[in-house]
């Protein structure tokens, strides 16, 4: 939920966008360092269940339908 606003915030600076919208500033400005440490931490999340295929009911219920 942390990229929405910095999305909309990378979005706005463009002058085409900013012209017709305005410029959107984000109301959660977080240090460099946790930025990058919640970047980290995800591509590791990412890359762990990429990894270890685990299975899980939840996280599969998609898969279940393709085996019929």
């Known amino acids: ?3 929405v606003p910095f999305a ?3 979005a ?3 002058p085409k966008i ?3 919208f305005g410029t959107f500033v984000s109301p959660i400005q977080l240090p460099a360092w946790i930025t ?3 970047l980290v931490a ?3 999340a990412a890359v762990e269940r990429a990894l270890t295929l685990r299975r899980n009911k939840i996280l599969d219920v998609e898969t ?3 085996a019929f």
């Open 36 to 38: 990058t440490a919640l």
């Open 18 to 20: 900013a012209e017709r």
């Open 42 to 44: 995800g591509i590791l």
């Open 64 to 66: 279940v339908w393709t």
């Open 1 to 3: 939920m942390l990229a």
């Open 8 to 10: 909309l915030e990378s």
């Open 12 to 14: 706005t600076r463009i």
